[in-house]
C-alpha cells in the first residue's frame, strides 16, 4: 500500500510561484514512479509532470514546460513541484500519485497509476 499526501497550494496572481509537496510512503516498489497531474472544473485530469525516483529525467506536459519542474527529496520521501510564472490556466486542484514501474516507462497517462494522493487546489487569478 502506498499513501500520498500534498500540501502547498494556495492562491497567487498571475505571474507568481507555488511548490507542492508529496510526502510518499509505503513500500517503495510500489512508487518508483510519480507523478502530478491536475484537474479543473469541468475538464478531465490530465497529467502535468512526471519522473522515476532515483533516475532517469522527468517528462512534462507542453503547457508547462520551462515554468514547472518537478523534484525529489528521497531522504523525506518527498516529491515536489515548483511552479513559476503561473498562468490563470493553470488554475486547478492539483494530485500526486504513483505506481510501481520501470525507469523507461514513466506515463502522464492518469489511467497508469494505482495511487492517489487527496490533491491540494491552485488558484491563479489575473
Known amino acids: 500500500q502506498v499513501q500520498l499526501v500534498e500540501s502547498g497550494g494556495g492562491s497567487v496572481q498571475t505571474g507568481g510561484s507555488l511548490r507542492l509537496s508529496c510526502v510518499v510512503s509505503g513500500h517503495t516498489s510500489n512508487n518508483r514512479c510519480m507523478g502530478w497531474f491536475r484537474q479543473a472544473p469541468g475538464k478531465e485530469r490530465e497529467g502535468v509532470a512526471s519522473?522515476?525516483?532515483?533516475?532517469?529525467?522527468?517528462i512534462y506536459t507542453d503547457s508547462v514546460k520551462g515554468r514547472f519542474t518537478v523534484s525529489q527529496d528521497n531522504a523525506k520521501n518527498t516529491v515536489y513541484l515548483q511552479m513559476n510564472s503561473l498562468k490563470p490556466e493553470d488554475t486547478a486542484m492539483y494530485y500526486c500519485a504513483a505506481r510501481a514501474c520501470d525507469v523507461w516507462a514513466v506515463s502522464l497517462r492518469p489511467s497508469a497509476y494505482n495511487y492517489w494522493g487527496q490533491g491540494t487546489q491552485v488558484t491563479v487569478s489575473s
Open positions: 519522473l522515476y525516483r532515483g533516475a532517469g529525467a522527468p
